[in-house]
């Protein structure tokens, strides 16, 4: 009599590829970062040897300190605005929305999103802040012609201003007031958008579509850039 010795079922096809994909993403993701920051360090290395041949790495270090003080402050400032903003739209939502179908709607991505809503806020802010700030970082020339600029003892015939204003102060101030603009143009979209999402603005309301206040923050950023 023989007995037939169980053989080993083979493994599922399908967790092979799933194992590889779980494997081949965070890899991916690594290379491309440190492809990234090689490049990143290949450019800041090359112009430190540039410099240091001229015998001028002190304009280097400056250069750097600089955009590395645009990029805080004007990030911070961009981030630190779409959270409050974000905040008090949340904070001052209306706890009782009409019974309508956009709400109910909407009820179910509020109860989805409650779970991950201080983190999804964040790394908006976080976000968005970076990119103001790397934007920013690269205008670093205007500030120091803003901060190092003097006058040239002539004034222009049109404003009777000494030219110096234009050519070095003029341009950062524009700059500072583009951004400005750009902040409160993000912030009344934030303010929109959670205002929408948790009831301070109701389309398909019968009464008041817009929240006492909702309306009073959006009228504030709303007449600020104007």
Do not use: H
Request: proline letters at 4%; charged letters at 15%.
């Amino acid at each position: 009599m023989t007995f037939a010795t169980p053989s080993a079922s083979p493994p599922d096809s399908d967790d092979e590829p799933r194992g590889r994909g779980r494997v081949l993403i965070p890899t991916l993701l690594v290379l491309g970062i440190l492809a990234v920051l090689f490049v990143i360090f290949t450019g800041f290395y090359t112009d430190w040897l540039w410099f240091q041949s001229v015998e001028k790495t002190s304009v280097f270090t400056t250069q750097l300190a600089v955009r590395a003080v645009m990029f805080a402050v004007f990030g911070l400032v961009m981030g630190g605005a779409l959270v409050v903003a974000m905040w008090l739209a949340y904070k001052f939502r209306p706890f009782f929305a009409t019974g309508s179908q956009e709400q109910a709607s909407l009820e179910r991505y509020r109860a989805s999103l409650e779970p991950v809503r201080k983190p999804a806020m964040l790394v908006i802010a976080v976000v968005i802040g970076l990119l103001a700030g790397i934007s920013a970082a690269g205008q670093w020339p205007l500030f120091m012609l803003w901060r190092n600029g003097g006058e040239f003892g002539q004034a222009d015939a049109q404003f009777g201003m000494d030219v110096g204003f234009w050519v070095f102060d003029y341009p950062f101030y524009r700059f500072v007031l583009g951004f400005a603009f750009t902040v409160l143009f993000f912030t009344l979209l934030a303010s929109v958008v959670v205002n929408y999402l948790y009831g301070g603005i109701q389309l398909q309301s019968e009464g008041d579509r817009v929240s006492r206040a909702a309306r009073v923050q959006l009228s504030i950023i709303a007449a600020t850039m104007l």
